[in-house]
Structure formats: C-alpha cells, structure tokens
C-alpha cells in the first residue's frame, strides 16, 4: 500500500514515469522496512531528478528522521517552498507521523495506523494545515475504514488476554503460597533446632550440675 499519493501523481505525469515509480517504490519498501539509510539514498536521487516536487524532500527527511539524524531531516524540511496552503511542514513532528503511518500500514498495524492518524489530526489542529498532511491524514482514514477490527475477534482477543491474565494471577498466587509453605517449613524447622540445641544445653547442665555434686560428696 502506497502512501504519499502526492509523489504518485507528480511520478505519473513525468516523462519518466516507469524508472521513477520503481524508484520510489522501492524508497517506500525499504521505510517501511526500517531500511533508513537506503531509503534516504534513494528519495535523495528522486528530489534531485524531480527538485519541484515538494513531496519527495518531504519523504527524504521522513527516511532521514527515522534513520535518527534529525537535523539533518530538519535541514531538509526548512527547503521545501512556499505552497498554497502555507510552508510545508517545516516540523520533525509532521516528518515522524508519516514515517510512523507508512511503518504501519505496510506491517497492517491498525493500533499504529490509528495513532499517526491522531498525530496527523493534532498537526492538522494548530492551525497551519499542509497539503502532504491533508493528504496522509485522509489515507490513513481510508485504510482505517477498510481494515475495521472485527468486533467478535476483538472480544475474543480480550476474552482470551483475560484468561491469560487469569491463568497468570493465580499462578502467582500459587508461586507465593508455595514461598510462604516453604518458608513456614524453614521457620518449623528453626524453632526446632532452636529447641534441640535448647534441650542439648539443658542436658549438658544439668549433667554439670551433677559432676559438681558428685565431686563435692567425694
């Protein structure tokens, strides 16, 4: 599943359609792959041979802000020009929500695609609305609506995590009755010798009591 229908677009209109939608297919299969630095690689060749397509240093820092060299991603976001709606997104945060929302659709995690489509709307509410971020917010939409957990599956995913649970607690409450038998048994088997020796030094007492006894009546 593509993400930046942008790009698409802009790729499809271009004299060299075929050479750059492998290109750019491939950039996207290696973000989502977490492949960060050949990512970057590979939407840095596609800004250079299309430089007026904002999009593509847009996921170029995107790939960059995932790789971990976020000035550099910054660097790159402060170049993308003027646009109809504003400056593009001149923010690691809009750079982060769509690396995290291609991750997502692509492993089909519904929680992850669910969360970068809450971070897009937050983007979205600060009053500077982008193009690129209009545009992610309403695929990740899209694919939430077409991939809607089932109800019953859920239910049984949580029936299934509570027995899990369950089987868990009371294998811990057992885990602790076995420690507090075995501990009852050790304190047991304390007072015990505790009373052996106790009884041993009585004995030997009274035995010395005796051998003074004896020595005096001799």
């Known amino acids: 599943m593509t993400l930046l229908l942008g790009l698409v677009a802009a790729l499809s209109g271009s004299g060299d359609r075929t050479p750059l939608l492998d290109l750019y297919e491939q950039a996207v299969a290696m973000l989502s792959e977490g492949r960060w630095d050949q990512a970057a690689e590979t939407f840095t060749e596609i800004s250079s041979r299309m430089p007026h397509v904002?999009?593509?240093r847009y996921d170029l820092a995107s790939a960059l802000f995932g790789g971990g060299l976020h000035s550099e991603a910054d660097?790159?976001?402060?170049?993308?020009?003027?646009?109809?709606?504003?400056e593009w997104a001149d923010s690691l945060a809009s750079a982060t929500a769509c690396a995290g929302l291609a991750?997502?659709?692509?492993?089909?995690?519904?929680?992850?695609?669910?969360?970068?489509?809450?971070?897009?709307?937050?983007?979205?509410?600060?009053?500077?609305?982008?193009?690129?971020?209009?545009?992610?917010?309403e695929a990740a939409l899209n694919w939430l609506a077409?991939?809607?957990?089932?109800?019953?599956?859920?239910?049984?995913?949580?029936?299934?995590?509570?027995?899990?649970?369950d089987q868990q607690n009371?294998?811990?409450q057992q885990n602790q009755q076995d420690q507090q038998d075995q501990q009852d048994q050790q304190n047991q088997q304390d007072q015990q010798n505790q009373q052996d020796q106790q009884d041993q030094q009585n004995q030997?007492?009274?035995?010395?009591?005796?051998?003074?006894?004896?020595?005096?009546?001799?």
């Not at 809607?148 to 299934?160: A, F, G, L, Y």
């Not at 030997?204 to 001799?218: E, I, L, R, S, T």
Request: one cysteine or more.
């Open 54 to 56: 904002p999009e593509a």
């Open 75 to 86: 660097s790159v976001l402060s170049t993308i020009p003027q646009s109809p709606f504003g």
């Open 103 to 137: 991750t997502a659709i692509d492993s089909s995690d519904y929680a992850g695609v669910r969360r970068s489509a809450d971070e897009l709307i937050e983007i979205l509410r600060d009053g500077i609305s982008f193009e690129c971020d209009r545009r992610n917010l």
């Open 146 to 165: 077409m991939h809607e957990p089932d109800e019953n599956q859920n239910q049984q995913d949580q029936q299934d995590q509570q027995n899990q649970q």
């Open 170 to 172: 009371q294998q811990d």
């Open 204 to 218: 030997q007492d009274q035995q010395d009591q005796q051998n003074q006894q004896d020595q005096q009546d001799q």
